[in-house]
């Protein structure tokens, strides 16, 4: 799967995400796993949960959370490293958590890197900043 595939069809969301043992990612990926449906379907946007893990990982944390998206696996950290870059912890090399809206041209429209792991954006604002033109309810 590759981003300007996505792009094609409109928007996408690129989701960067720690690990299948990260629980912050679990809930942040549960919140998308709840919209992903509506905003493909009446937004024509494709939500991309890049994961910094191996698949059997992914099959893991997709099964334990019942999440009904497409993850996938950036074992080597490499996707996360060209977007908001990576960091060696006890579970290896791990992406900084991070949350991207792109249009149609590959414009970012918005970003949300964390600060902190538990620093995320939940599906429900995005599925705001899309159908409000992009713009931030809070204006960060």
């Given at each position: 799967?590759?981003?300007?595939?996505?792009?094609?069809?409109?928007?996408?969301?690129?989701?960067?995400?720690?690990?299948?043992?990260?629980?912050?990612?679990a809930e942040q990926l549960r919140t998308f796993s709840e919209v992903s449906y509506d905003l493909?379907?009446?937004?024509?946007?494709?939500?991309?949960?890049?994961?910094?893990?191996?698949?059997?990982?992914?099959?893991?944390?997709?099964?334990?959370?019942?999440?009904?998206?497409?993850?996938?696996?950036?074992?080597?950290?490499?996707?996360?490293?060209?977007?908001?870059?990576?960091?060696?912890?006890?579970?290896?090399?791990?992406?900084?958590?991070?949350?991207?809206?792109?249009d149609g041209q590959g414009t970012v429209r918005y970003e949300q890197v964390a600060d902190h792991?538990?620093?995320?954006?939940?599906?429900?604002?995005?599925?705001?900043?899309?159908?409000?033109?992009?713009?931030?309810?809070?204006?960060?």
């Amino acid at each position: 799967m590759t981003l300007s595939e996505t792009l094609d069809d409109g928007a996408t969301v690129v989701l960067i995400n720690r690990g299948h043992w990260c629980s912050f990612c679990a809930e942040q990926l549960r919140t998308f796993s709840e919209v992903s449906y509506d905003l493909w379907f009446d937004e024509d946007v494709d939500i991309l949960p890049v994961v910094t893990d191996s698949v059997p990982k992914l099959r893991e944390m997709r099964d334990r959370f019942d999440l009904d998206l497409q993850l996938l696996a950036d074992p080597d950290g490499e996707v996360a490293g060209r977007y908001s870059g990576t960091e060696g912890t006890s579970h290896g090399v791990t992406g900084v958590a991070a949350t991207y809206v792109l249009d149609g041209q590959g414009t970012v429209r918005y970003e949300q890197v964390a600060d902190h792991p538990a620093d995320r954006t939940y599906g429900n604002r995005i599925r705001y900043v899309v159908r409000s033109g992009y713009e931030d309810p809070v204006g960060e």
